[in-house]
């Protein structure tokens, strides 16, 4: 394990992830938990894969369904109670959404909508009042580059992820005053996630939709290659760490230059 710079040594911070069986959830509950943090899991589907870190890495997961307040609440709970409080919250648990609003159903729009925004707001408003009883923290929204600017593949999920960033710069001026810092990191295309991965096997033609994803942002066409969750786990723990103590109602689009505009030609 390398180094910790002492800016983000996690040492007795007490830290929730949501939607952190894979993906950018798993990766981040590892990062914070290699830093110091004793981390509680919750994600709709508990997958084995983080088992194997779990005793190592001091990893609590459970079941939590981010859509129902009483699951949210038993989370917070679990992490105030085992933990003995509440520094971090990182509200990643979210879902996709590829279809034309003419499309979608009204149970459809309020799984995307209740699964990418109402789950961050039940985690927020259970996480403050524990945060404020211990003198602040730090919340970090997963949100999307969707969430910078509208695509037109997938306007119900841009919706929601539009919402997002709203509800963060809101969340973060209301809870300023409580040293509690608000943020948002917007990534995409990432690989090896559950929402990535049941994109590609939507496809006809697999390695034609991952070029198509590469191809999409500037960077990710020079590397040759999606972001990594552990990348967008990097910028989460910055925002979640000491070195960011003056950084909130920010959001950091982890999406390769892809929200900045036409890509230049190759």
Known sequence: MTAVSPRCDLS????????GA??????????????????F????DPVEAISDGTSRLNITETRCDVRVEADIMK?????????????ILVNNAGIGMVKQITDVTEQEWDACLDTNLKGAFLATKHAIPRMKTHGGGSIVNLASNAGILPRAHDPVYSTSKG?????????????????????AV????????????ADLDKADDR????????????IARVAERMISPREVAEAIL?????????????????????????????
């Open 75 to 87: 989370l917070i709970d679990l992490a105030e109670s085992e933990g003995g409080g509440l520094d």
């Open 12 to 19: 007795n911070r007490i830290a929730v992830v949501t939607g």
């Open 163 to 183: 919402a997002l960033v709203a509800f963060t710069k809101s969340i973060a001026l209301c809870h300023s005053i409580d040293r509690i810092r608000v943020n």
């Open 238 to 266: 910055y925002l979640v760490s000491d070195a960011s103590f003056m950084v909130t109602g920010t959001c950091i689009a982890i999406d390769g230059g892809k929200s900045l505009g036409v890509p230049p030609s190759a």
């Open 41 to 44: 899991v919750g994600d709709y």
């Open 22 to 39: 894979t993906g950018i959830g798993r990766a981040t509950a590892v990062l914070l938990a290699e830093c110091g943090a004793r981390v």
């Open 186 to 197: 917007c990534p995409g295309p990432v690989g090896d996630t559950r929402m990535m991965n």
């Open 207 to 218: 390695e034609a939709a991952i070029k198509q994803f590469i191809a999409a942002s500037p």
